[in-house]
């Protein structure tokens, strides 16, 4: 069956000149880059306890992988408008969202910067990271500075402060470093990171046709491929075990099969339609190439100015303003 795959309004915030799409194009990012990102979250105790008070990864794991990977893709990939309509739903409907933290009895907000900006990065640098593991190998230098300073940009999306953005892979590492001592995985994320890897959605696992009897083992192969992604500190805190050649063995099977993936993109998508339907028409267009309805790419704050919606940025401000008004009286 042929599928109808609907053009985007322009080229949104990156375009095809940019090395984001240059990266997220290639079937790791929907996949194992995914499944890393999630897994990588875990680690910060505000962000799971917003998940765990939600449920949704616990009731509704399928349809939060859904959503996630079609807002993410939105924000990639989709038309400027449509990524600014998403960023600023979302920041919505975080404002009606609080809790508190279970392990310091402190109050968490969806929307601090902090925590907004621990998952940008997790993302940007997962994607990064699987990318060139399984993929084509690292970014040339320029490449390379041009993917940060891009990583900066998508970062007008959220409330984060763009001071405190990376601008390069040193720069990472520093935070990584500077973070550290703050992570912490509690029963809570040890429980949703098992979720993460039993449930694991990938492109590959809807194999289509007879491929369907390799499933299982597709999906044990995504999981271990998962793992064997993270830092050896990282499985420690959240109850992972993976020996060394393990992470040999599965790394040097993936490799050639995204490869041969990457050319065939019609394939990757359809497997997309199964497991993300969500996102399945926000990413296919680029996947394949289809143009959008006004080759445009828009710079960020022009697309807000256009939406005439402050940033999220703003947003956060000014509402941090209101609540110390108020508290005032």
Known sequence: MTYTVAPHADHGIFGPDSVTWKVYRFPTSVSVGFQRTALTEMLD????????????????????????????GTLVFGGSAAAVEAADTLMRIHTHVRGV????????????PAGQLWIHLTQWHSVL?????????????????QYWAECRIAAAFQTIDPDTVPRNRAEMRAYYDRVRPELAASPAAIE????????????????????????????????????????RWMRAQLGIRQGAVTDVVVTALLRPMFRI??????IMTEMLRTVSPLAYPVIAPVALDVSPLNSETVPVDEAWRRAGRPTPREQYLSSQVDREAVAAR
């Open 261 to 266: 993936a990457a050319r065939r993109p019609q």
């Open 129 to 145: 990271y699987v990318y060139e593991k399984f993929g084509p190998g690292p970014l040339s230098p320029q490449e390379d500075e």
């Open 192 to 231: 949703h990171v098992r979720i993460i890897l039993d449930t694991a959605n990938t492109v590959f696992s809807a194999a289509p046709g007879r491929l369907r009897v390799l499933r299982p083992a597709l999906d044990l192969l995504a999981r271990k491929a998962t793992i064997a992604t993270l830092p």
């Open 101 to 112: 933290e279970p392990l310091s009895g402190t109050p968490y907000d969806p929307n601090d």
């Open 45 to 72: 105790p505000f962000v799971v306890a917003s998940v765990d008070d939600s449920g949704s990864l616990r009731d509704r794991p399928a349809v939060r992988y859904d959503r996630t990977l079609q807002y993410t």
